[in-house]
């Protein structure tokens, strides 16, 4: 019983002096390097690019459906490609709060539910923050699959799916507009907080969400396509929350004791 009571107080005190937090506001920027972004694509039907953004949607569109962001602004000319890309940097993402508006057709947009201890980002984080804005871009096969859409996005901690490209981070960032996969690893990820103020920044690489146009083998050597930076408010969580967590420790260990009896 004494060493029960031991686990007890030793878990009790590990939760109260936790420093539990989240994040709120600010946002992602992306800069993609659109001439390593398309020789990794495996797509030449053409003389166009086997890949470029064509359009870039901001938070404001996050009532449209998936129909309207694949059919917004789309060129009269389709084979007018310098006129029709348009740069792929700067590109920002903006920080969902705890809630988003009910998701129209075809869209996915989500709260930030992530929560992680200041001392040890990696070692604690948990959950996703959400990011409000899309991509579209045009791909050299024929019309009408040749538009990809791409938003709805998280920025994920999640180390298995570091396994999949050698060299990537344990962080993610995952497209959910359309179907959920991996749209950029990140490589050579710099975490810091200044105050409270936690920022990120490092490359970027193709997901394996960009396999199925043929950028598998890009993606396993490792490609660079972009760098990317996220600054963000940290968030401290009320205390009750981790005395809520400590009496489920309590619990569970009351539980295990009455059944050992």
Not at 4 to 18: D, F, G
Not at 92 to 113: I, L, Q
């Amino acid at each position: 019983m004494k060493f029960l009571y031991l686990i007890v107080l030793s878990l009790t005190l590990a939760a109260t002096s936790a420093h539990g937090a989240t994040v709120s506001g600010g946002s992602l920027i992306i800069n993609i390097d659109r001439d390593a972004f398309e020789n990794g694509i495996d797509l030449d039907r053409t003389a166009a690019p086997s890949i470029y953004v064509e359009e870039y949607y901001d938070a404001s569109l996050a009532s449209k459906t998936f129909e309207e962001l694949r059919d917004y602004n789309t060129p009269v000319d389709l084979t007018d490609y310098a006129a029709n890309e348009i740069p792929a940097t700067g590109l920002k993402f903006t920080v969902n709060g705890a809630h988003v508006a009910d998701n129209p057709s075809g869209r996915h947009n989500s709260a930030t539910a992530f929560t992680f201890d200041p001392n040890d980002i990696t070692g604690t984080a948990s959950g996703s923050i959400g990011l409000a804005g899309g991509l579209r871009y045009r791909v050299d096969v024929a019309p009408p699959t040749n538009r990809v859409l791409m938003g709805d996005m998280t920025l994920t901690y999640n180390p298995a799916e570091a396994l999949k490209t050698p060299e990537s981070s344990d962080w993610v960032i995952y497209n959910t507009l359309g179907f959920k996969a991996v749209a950029f690893e990140l490589f050579n990820v710099v975490s810091e907080i200044n105050g409270n103020v936690l920022s990120l920044s490092g490359e970027l690489g193709y997901g394996w969400g960009f396999d199925h146009l043929g950028a598998g083998p890009a993606r396993n050597a490792n490609a660079r396509i972009g760098t990317f930076s996220f600054q963000t408010s940290v968030v401290p969580l009320p205390a009750a929350v981790w005395m809520f967590m400590t009496g489920l420790i309590g619990m569970g260990v009351s539980g295990f004791r009455n059944r050992s009896a």
